[in-house]
């Protein structure tokens, strides 16, 4: 399974009433279907994921599988904080028909997960899963990390294909994809970072901010795989600066508004996550106004 390209860490929309908002979930993947995106990422941190209940995210995976596009790769996040629970996860997105499951570290017990208690938890989830699993690292959420060694150990699974890399460090991307084999497939979760890693090598891209720009984060990606490295490294400062205001700065909320300017049913955040305020609306408006010259130039 090969999951070079971009794919949109999905967001999850919300109805008035705070349930989730499955018809404006299809709405968005119907628009996505129309891009080049390579497939969708579901329940991740970018889809409020730690906030939603079972059967929440049950009916999420299920109308993702059922509204996607023939070709389209979908990986299911599966990580919890139990070993037990994260297994029974990730075979429940086996039968739903899920490429992979993300599995996110376990993070609670902070002191207790030193390096080989999370090489043993994803040795055991991935003997038990039925569908390839991805490493999720993402320290700035977890405060958990995934080092250049435990990957290189895990990566010798037969079942574990591959990682996605959210802290934004594009040395430990060079040391994991430098100390495993060649077919594990390292994917960047930070937009800012996207360009450099997949210059040392990296597969592809997970990106919350492909939720509200897929088309300009794809474009990033082709440029890259084409050789046009100076068109690339001008849309990578054109996403740097996008995914500061919108992602960094204003968060889940910025990024749902960005999605509603343009076209996709973004919404609100979920509880405690609190909506954008009036003038933090206008300044991310005027923001994106200006921002796309810049995209349309890159």
């Known amino acids: 399974m090969d999951f070079s390209g971009v794919f949109p860490a999905l967001t999850t929309p919300f109805e008035a009433d705070g349930s989730v908002s499955l018809a404006d979930l299809k709405h968005n993947i119907h628009k996505y279907n129309a891009t080049d995106l390579a497939g969708y990422v579901v ?12 059967a929440e995210m049950d009916g999420i995976l299920a109308t993702v599988k059922e509204a996607a596009a023939k070709g389209k790769k ?82 010798e699974h037969a079942n574990i294909i591959g990682i996605k890399e959210s802290s934004g460090n594009v040395q430990r991307i060079a040391e994991m994809i430098a100390g495993t084999p060649p077919a594990f497939q390292v994917l960047v979760g930070s937009a800012p970072t996207v360009y450099p ?72 955040p979920r509880l405690p996550l609190l909506p954008l305020q009036h003038e933090q609306k206008k300044r991310l408006n005027e923001f994106v106004t200006s921002l796309e010259p810049a995209v349309a130039k890159a």
């Open 43 to 54: 329940l991740g941190s970018t889809g409020e994921s730690v906030l939603l209940k079972p």
């Open 197 to 268: 890693s997949l210059v040392v090598g990296a597969r592809g891209a997970i990106l919350a901010l492909a939720s509200a720009l897929p088309e300009k984060c794809v474009a990033l990606f082709e440029l890259a795989r084409q050789g046009h490295h100076e068109k690339a490294r001008e849309l990578q400062s054109v996403l740097v600066r996008a995914s500061k205001r919108i992602v960094s700065e204003a968060g889940i909320a910025g990024l749902k508004h960005v999605m509603d300017q343009r076209g996709y049913r973004g919404g609100l």
């Open 74 to 155: 979908l990986i299911a996040g599966t990580g919890a904080e139990s070993t037990a629970e994260t297994i029974e996860r990730t075979k429940r997105a086996a039968e739903l028909g899920y490429h992979a499951a993300l599995v996110k570290t376990p993070h609670y017990y902070k002191p207790s997960y030193k390096p080989e208690v999370l090489v043993a938890h994803y040795r055991r989830v991935a003997d038990e899963s039925p569908i390839p699993v991805l490493l999720y690292s993402v320290p700035q959420f977890t405060g958990v990390a995934l080092e250049s060694p435990e990957t290189v150990l895990l990566a």
